[in-house]
């Protein structure tokens, strides 16, 4: 399971963005490693580089003095929507008639292909198959028509799905978060200026302070003179449809989404999964890097109960093998499990085994896990998933698997316990996932563990009551 994406904007006072903008890459390069790119603008012209690969190769440092300008927005991508290649590298950028127009995207639209049929009839040309370029498009013809505010407005009211945005119009900087709140997206203070960015890690690389998360439906527009920031409520949803998995998987542990660290939920679904299906094992293992958190709020919830159970780092991760999406066959992708992961054995050896992992995809790395754990010398191995069953895709930018691939779309827990391999298997309730973010099912996107999604799409039912934009008919028109 991939992230797709992470986004920077930023507006100081007076200094280049470019630096604050690459370091702020670099505490986001979890969330997309295949390009990376950052514009700027120095108040007459926008400056960009867009580059394939991950932040440190992307930018030489005479690309960063080449990028003036004290704001700009950054991008780094992972694909799914689109191509992987140079064509759909963000922050993608148009010029038009009133000037030009910068955007980054964390998200994935539904319904991107009605409306690029319907710009593309009324002359817009496209240069790639993604849906950011949707979205810039959009923007650029309602811009024609409307102030900045009411633009945005009409674009966020024809785009149906998941997006944290942030923009660049001419030296403005925004940011803005789907009504559903989908994807995260926060506000930090620096010294001298503001900056919006996917995660707070990347504010506190920054030295700046956490302000607060952009609410669902909020435009953010920072001041061009980094002097502060003017907010607007453009759509208000009843619920929410936060993405759980950001918690429990892709966001690092070191930020603070929707006002929730992340390792914090993180060991309160480890202790939350000890309650539900605590089971007795000599030693519980984390498998890194998500499981740690997950192992050692299950350990600490064992001990409380009196358990005698070691928490132990028994599997050693191999940092520099590349990820196992790159492997085109399956058989390769085997080998990279036992590439990636080694055992202590000594920690293993002839003791019973419970591993705690964040989810089970495809099951191949979980089996990996099993046998490696066994040819350790374990006795028994146990495992233990912080998070519900996967059953469904996710189409709200998350490179998930497809059904066919998922182990769980068809299989029960305990036909995936016998495929694994596995003495023992379980996962959490939904029910404790939204005991540990004190948030209620219906303000959180369970699509992928339900097979109800937030949002209308074609084929999939959704679990609430969401309407898809009407899209066509060749005018370009929405409420102001
Ligand atoms: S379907 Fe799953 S992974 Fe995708 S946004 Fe919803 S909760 Fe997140």
Redo the contacts with the bound molecule.
């Keep these: ?1 991939h992230e797709k994406c992470g986004v920077v904007g930023i507006a100081l006072d007076d200094r280049d963005a470019a630096r604050p903008l690459y370091y702020s890459l670099y505490a986001l390069q979890h969330r997309g490693q295949e390009s990376a790119g950052i514009i700027t603008h120095d108040g007459f012209q926008q400056h960009d580089h867009v580059e394939m690969g991950l932040v440190g190769d992307a930018f030489a440092p005479d690309d960063l003095a080449s990028l003036n300008g004290a704001n700009g927005i950054g991008h780094v991508r992972y694909p799914t929507a689109g191509s992987v290649d140079s064509s759909c590298a963000q922050p993608f950028s148009v010029s038009f008639k009133s000037g030009s127009l910068g955007l980054s995207h964390n998200g994935n639209l539904v319904n991107a292909g009605e409306i690029r049929e319907e710009l593309a009839e009324l002359g817009h040309a496209f240069t790639s198959d993604g849906d950011t370029e949707v979205i810039a498009h959009d923007l650029a013809r309602n811009l024609l028509e409307a102030d900045l505010v009411r633009a945005v407005k009409r674009t966020m009211s024809r785009i149906h799905g ?1 997006y944290s945005l942030t923009i660049m119009h001419d030296e403005t900087v925004m940011g803005v978060r789907d009504p559903e709140g ?2 995260p997206l926060c506000i930090g203070e620096l010294k001298d200026g503001y900056v919006l960015a996917s995660e707070s890690a990347a504010i506190d690389t920054l030295d700046g302070e956490l302000v607060r998360d952009v609410r669902p439906g909020e435009l953010v527009v920072l001041h061009d003179d980094g002097s502060g920031y003017d907010t607007y409520q453009l759509i208000e949803q009843e619920n929410t ?1 936060h ?4 918690h429990v998987y ?1 966001a690092r542990p070191d930020s603070t989404i929707d006002e929730k660290l992340v390792y914090d939920v993180r060991r309160e679904l480890g202790r939350s999964l000890w309650e539900e299906s605590g089971i007795e094992s000599d030693v519980v293992l984390p498998v890194p890097d998500s499981g740690r958190a997950f192992a050692s709020g299950y350990a600490e919830a064992a001990q409380d109960a009196g358990r005698d159970i070691e928490f132990a780092e028994g599997l050693m991760k191999n940092r520099y093998v590349g990820r196992t999406f790159i492997m085109p066959t399956q058989d390769e992708r085997e080998r990279a499990v036992r590439l990636k992961l080694n055992p202590i054995k000594s920690t293993i050896e002839g003791r019973t085994v419970t591993i705690i992992d964040d989810s089970i995809v495809r099951g191949t790395t979980s089996n990996q896990l099993v046998e490696l754990l066994r040819d350790a010398g374990a006795e028994a191995v146990h495992v233990r998933i912080g998070a519900p069953k ?1 059953l ?7 490179d ?1 698997a497809t059904r066919e691939e998922l182990i769980g779309a068809e299989k029960g827990v305990d036909e995936i316990r016998e495929e694994i391999g596995a003495d023992s298997l379980s996962y959490l309730s939904i029910d404790a996932v939204a005991g540990a973010l004190e948030t209620s099912e219906s303000d ?6 339900t097979g109800e ?2 949002y209308e799409i074609e084929g999939e039912e959704t679990d609430r009551d969401v309407q898809r934009p009407v899209i066509g008919g060749g005018e370009v028109s929405a409420d102001d």
């Design positions: 399971m998941s989908n994807r449809a993405c759980f998995f950001e892709f996967i469904a895709p996710c189409y709200m930018g998350i998930m959180l996107c369970l699509g992928c563990v999604y937030p």
